[in-house]
C-alpha cells in the first residue's frame, strides 16, 4: 500500500481489506483490537473466515456491491461506531475500510 504513516497511531482501529476480503492493512489500534483473533497475523488472510453467518453474507454482498454500512455497538458499556466503506485508486474500487472508534454512550445530534 501507499504510505499511510498517520493511520499507524490514529485513535481509531483502521482495517483495510482488498475486494476479495484479504486483509491488506491493520494499524495499531486494530491490531490490539482482534489480537485474540490473531492480531497482526490477521495480515494477509480473508476476514470472510472471521465472520460467522449472517454476517458473513451481508459482508459477501457489500464486497460485491461496494454498499456503505455504518451502526453502532455496545459490549461491556463501551459504545462503538462502525462505519465501513469501499475505497478507490483512479476511480477504480479496491476493496473496504472499516474504521471502528469508541463515543460516549449519549453523543449529541445537531441538525445542521
Known amino acids: 500500500m501507499q504510505n499511510i504513516d498517520w493511520v499507524k497511531e490514529f485513535p481509531a482501529s483502521i482495517t483495510v481489506c482488498d475486494i476479495e476480503g484479504v486483509i491488506l492493512y491493520m494499524n495499531d489500534i486494530a491490531i490490539e483490537v482482534f489480537k485474540d483473533d490473531g492480531g497482526v497475523s490477521l495480515i494477509g488472510t480473508n476476514l ?5 453467518e449472517p454476517s458473513r453474507t451481508k459482508l459477501k454482498n457489500m464486497l460485491k456491491s461496494g454498499m456503505t454500512n ?14 465501513q466503506a469501499p475505497w478507490f485508486i483512479n476511480n477504480e474500487y479496491k476493496g473496504f475500510i472499516e474504521i471502528a472508534f469508541e463515543v460516549p454512550l449519549e453523543i449529541p445530534t445537531f441538525i445542521r
Open 70 to 83: 455504518t451502526y453502532s455497538t455496545l459490549k461491556n458499556d463501551k459504545k462503538k461506531i462502525i462505519h
Open 48 to 52: 470472510l473466515e472471521c465472520h460467522p
